[in-house]
């Protein structure tokens, strides 16, 4: 009995496992070395008004959807003037009246795909966003130009200002039909702004927009750090007289205090399963790490060192934890397992390596080093090995964190003055400015993808 | 052969349940979604694909056969699908019409990336203006007014008292009368005033001030803030001019039975800012041993770092920022 569903169990399971290869086409193989960047079109987005609509909506939700795509990294945009020069012709239907059509009903069989094909696009979207007042309904699908179909056709529906989040599900509807990964364009940044004049915790979407005040403690908050299902939000604030830890629901907004030991009560980092949060206290003399579960009960101290031990990052496993320590003079980058022993030293360039943060993928240690004055991004395999230095002395780089799938870098430098938060890709490349206000935004974080 | 079938069936109806209890969990919705268009498996067939009005009418029906085709992890959960699609609403953002509304337009502005070269231009023109503008902030502590008020006091006694009291210092202010107060407060600074618990919020400064001069007569008058303490980059040990500083609070506290002092660490801004908490945190921590080992109670001592978030002056240069790695002391009730 028990043996026949335990074989029927695996049965079952390899027959998912197995359809699921079988039904899955890759179009870009991401992980591939030989990766080449996937010729995309995207043509921009027709905007039909019923009553009242705002005319801009589609040429908002193309401008929202060719970022997305030109910031994963994975597409080449065709250039929009090569088939806008005569919409007539090269539409993407066969002829004007027919482009009515093939927007709107979505039929793979009016799209000329030859083409599409012939302008260089391998993949095409088309889309329309019909704005009703203060609703909105948007439309958008992609095709494969060469197979001429369908990949994926999706029609949302909801207020008008939620225009971005519609538009950028769709991007991750694209970059799942295609790369069979995950998106990131549905996720978050925290940071600390000084833009109140005191330093609060503020959040906006991962291509700065939407940005948005979290705290309002009128005192020092910092080191935001997100909760493995994006729910949560753990940071230090002076509120209470001493640099205490709470732990803000980003729904509800409800707030607590979760530890105020006498002394430092910093540098939080929410374990991969969320169970427990490793932060910095100094209660016992000198700063060392500890864990607590979120509630703040259960405390377990994990270094004990006369030293500076501070900046705790947790491996994707859970098993292990990067951090900064000056035990042997200043401040390097550490690992030991998540009891605390086996400690190693990781860091043996410059003198100032600071703040630690662990990739998704397992493989890599960002953190912030101090190189002929100047801070940089820089990372190192998990055994210390191929050191790289990122950034090429920006002034100051600093507190990186990763985006959920390890691809992308969020830092804050402080390029004109005032630091402003950055994105670059994990190899250094590609480094865009995300804020711009004229006050100091500080210590971004991603936000993991957001879970139910 | 029947038990077998039951196993079968059990099994089937639990992964049903599973299916049903995934796609409950997605109540709240804002954003609906629904598949569009039934893919055309054969390119050249004749149009299978249903157009627009259909799909909309049953889209329930679509969304399964749609997605089973072309995504591995959607295709498998094909049942669920699209109530679970719907769930996926980021939550981070709910739809407060007033907040939206509001970042929206500033969105559009400020989003906009931009590529490395052009982040580049940015820097002189706003390195012109910053010196002042960070001074403006590093100004507003209290803890930087006190003594410039002692300074004026002894040598422009006579001089816009009025606009002292506003606490309206420009930057010009700050700086020239800074450096001097260094090198006046350890020895006759402000005698009164310099004990403005620094934590006061930057509006009160002026009634503050005067609040904390009442409590603090009650002890031989001191400069507690002009013994401030400097520490080496880095480095939260004790120099020979720190310990003479430390020997004159605690003689100081010994004649003084009543009074208790908060020892505030800092640090400049080299590093990041949990690192300087940390740093912070064992500058207190030193003076604080120190002060005990000289006698002092614990209990009439207290310590906080504020790491690099409370510079005394703005961290332009090296000689500010040596004048930032610091240990405060503070009187407390």
């Known amino acids: 009995?028990?043996?026949?569903?335990?074989?029927?169990?695996?049965?079952?399971?390899?027959?998912?496992?197995?359809g699921d290869l079988s039904w899955a086409k890759v179009y870009i193989d991401i992980r591939s070395p030989s990766f080449r960047k996937f010729p995309i079109a995207l043509y921009p987005f027709k905007t039909s008004i019923a009553s009242g609509g705002d005319v801009k909506v589609g040429e908002q939700a193309t401008e929202i959807l060719n970022n997305d795509l030109n910031f994963s990294g994975f597409f080449a945009l065709l250039d929009p003037s090569i088939f806008m020069e005569n919409t007539g012709q090269a539409s993407p239907a066969r002829s004007p009246s027919e482009t009515e059509k093939g927007l709107n009903g979505g039929s793979a069989a009016s799209i000329d795909f030859?083409?599409?094909?012939?302008?260089?696009?391998?993949?095409?979207?088309?889309?329309?966003?019909?704005?009703?007042?203060?609703?909105?309904?948007?439309?958008?699908?992609?095709?494969?130009?060469?197979?001429?179909?369908?990949?994926?056709?999706?029609?949302?529906?909801?207020?008008?200002?939620?225009?971005?989040?519609?538009?950028?599900?769709?991007?991750?509807?694209?970059?799942?039909?295609?790369?069979?990964?995950?998106?990131?364009?549905?996720?978050?940044?925290?940071?600390?702004?000084?833009?109140?004049?005191n330093k609060e915790i503020y959040l906006m979407d991962f291509d700065g927009r939407n940005g948005r005040q979290v705290t309002h403690h009128q005192s020092i908050c910092l080191s935001p750090h997100f909760s493995p299902d994006g729910k949560k939000i753990a940071f230090t604030s002076y509120k209470g007289g001493n640099p205490d830890l709470y732990i803000k629901d980003l729904r509800t907004m409800e707030e607590r205090r979760v530890s105020h030991y006498p002394g430092l009560n910093i540098s939080p980092a929410w374990s991969p399963?969320?169970?427990?949060?490793?932060?910095?206290?100094?209660?016992?003399?000198?700063?060392?790490?500890?864990?607590?579960?979120?509630?703040?009960?259960?405390?377990?101290?994990?270094?004990?060192?006369?030293a500076i031990d501070v900046s705790p990052s947790w491996s994707p496993d859970g098993k292990k934890m990067a951090f900064v320590s000056n035990r042997e003079g200043n401040p390097q980058i550490y690992t030991m397992d998540v009891n605390?022993?086996?400690?190693?030293?990781?860091?043996?360039?410059?003198?100032?390596?600071?703040?630690?943060?662990?990739?998704?993928?397992?493989?890599r240690i960002a953190f912030d080093a101090l190189i002929d004055g100047n801070h940089n991004i820089c990372t190192i395999q998990t055994d210390g090995s191929d050191f790289r230095i990122l950034t090429a002395n920006l002034n100051r780089c600093e507190t990186p964190s990763w985006s959920p799938d390890g691809r992308h870098l969020v830092f804050s430098s402080n390029l004109d003055g005032e630091p402003h938060i950055f994105l670059m890709d994990a190899e250094g490349t590609r480094i865009n400015r995300l804020t711009f206000k004229k006050v100091g935004d500080t210590y971004p974080n991603w936000s993991p993808r957001f879970k139910e | 052969m029947l038990r077998k079938s039951s196993v079968w069936l059990v099994v089937l109806i639990s992964f049903v349940a599973i299916a049903f209890i995934a796609s409950g969990c997605a109540k709240k919705?804002?954003?609906?979604?629904?598949?569009?268009?039934?893919?055309?498996?054969?390119?050249?067939?004749?149009?299978?694909?249903?157009?627009?009005g259909e799909a909309k009418a049953a889209p329930g029906a679509v969304p399964g056969e749609e997605v089973k085709v072309y995504s591995p992890k959607e295709g498998a959960a094909a049942p669920m699908e699209a109530p679970t699609e719907e769930g996926k609403v980021p939550e981070v953002a709910p739809p407060e019409a007033g907040f939206k509304e509001e970042a929206k337009g500033e969105a559009q502005e400020e989003a906009k990336v931009v590529p490395s070269e052009e982040v580049k231009t940015y820097a002189p023109k706003e390195e012109a203006a910053l010196p002042k503008e960070q001074?403006?902030?590093?100004?507003?502590?209290?803890?930087?007014?006190?003594?410039?008020?002692?300074?004026?006091?002894?040598?422009?006694?006579?001089?816009?008292?009025?606009?002292?009291?506003?606490?309206?210092?420009?930057?010009?202010?700050?700086?020239?009368y800074a450096p001097k107060e260094e090198a006046v407060a350890p020895k006759e600074g402000a005698k009164e005033e310099a004990q403005v618990p620094e934590i006061a919020p930057k509006g009160e400064a002026k009634i503050e001030r005067k609040a904390a001069a009442r409590p603090e007569e009650k002890f031989s008058p001191f400069d507690l803030a002009g013994l401030r303490i400097q520490f080496g980059f880095d480095?939260?040990?004790?120099?020979?001019?720190?310990?003479?500083?430390?020997?004159?609070?605690?003689?100081?506290?010994?004649?003084?039975?009543?009074?208790?002092?908060?020892?505030?660490?800092?640090?400049?801004?080299?590093?990041?800012?949990?690192?300087?908490?940390?740093?912070?945190?064992?500058?207190?921590?030193?003076?604080?041993?120190?002060?005990?080992?000289?006698?002092?109670?614990?209990?009439?001592?207290?310590?906080?770092?504020?790491?690099?978030?409370?510079?005394?002056?703005?961290?332009?240069n090296e000689n500010n920022r040596s004048k930032n790695r610091r240990d405060e002391f503070v009187l407390t009730k």
């Open chain 1, 114 to 197: 030859r083409r599409w094909a012939n302008m260089g696009a391998e993949a095409l979207v088309l889309g329309e966003a019909t704005p009703k007042g203060r609703s909105l309904m948007l439309e958008a699908r992609l095709y494969d130009v060469v197979k001429k179909e369908l990949i994926v056709g999706k029609r949302y529906t909801g207020d008008i200002t939620d225009l971005p989040y519609m538009v950028h599900r769709f991007a991750d509807e694209i970059v799942f039909a295609l790369t069979g990964e995950n998106g990131i364009f549905q996720t978050k940044i925290a940071y600390v702004s000084k833009a109140t004049g």
């Open chain 2, 235 to 316: 480095d939260y040990n004790l120099s020979s001019q720190a310990r003479e500083n430390l020997e004159k609070v605690a003689s100081w506290m010994s004649k003084n039975p009543a009074a208790k002092i908060q020892i505030q660490g800092n640090t400049c801004n080299i590093g990041t800012s949990e690192y300087n908490l940390a740093l912070g945190e064992n500058r207190a921590m030193s003076a604080r041993k120190y002060l005990q080992g000289l006698g002092v109670s614990s209990s009439r001592l207290s310590t906080i770092s504020y790491g690099m978030e409370k510079p005394m002056l703005p961290n332009t």
């Open chain 2, 135 to 176: 001074f403006k902030e590093e100004a507003k502590p209290p803890e930087v007014a006190p003594p410039e008020a002692g300074f004026k006091e002894k040598e422009e006694a006579a001089k816009e008292e009025a606009a002292k009291e506003e606490a309206k210092i420009s930057s010009e202010e700050v700086k020239t």
């Open chain 2, 29 to 52: 919705q804002v954003i609906k979604e629904e598949a569009v268009a039934k893919p055309v498996v054969e390119s050249k067939a004749a149009p299978v694909e249903k157009p627009k």
């Open chain 1, 340 to 363: 605390g022993q086996n400690v190693r030293r990781l860091t043996f360039d410059g003198t100032y390596n600071t703040h630690p943060a662990w990739s998704p993928r397992g493989d």
């Open chain 1, 273 to 306: 399963d969320g169970q427990r949060l490793a932060l910095t206290l100094s209660k016992d003399g000198n700063p060392e790490i500890y864990t607590i579960r979120p509630d703040g009960s259960e405390l377990l101290r994990l270094t004990n060192h006369p």
């Open chain 1, 1 to 18: 009995m028990k043996r026949g569903l335990f074989i029927f169990t695996s049965v079952f399971l390899l027959a998912i496992l197995w």
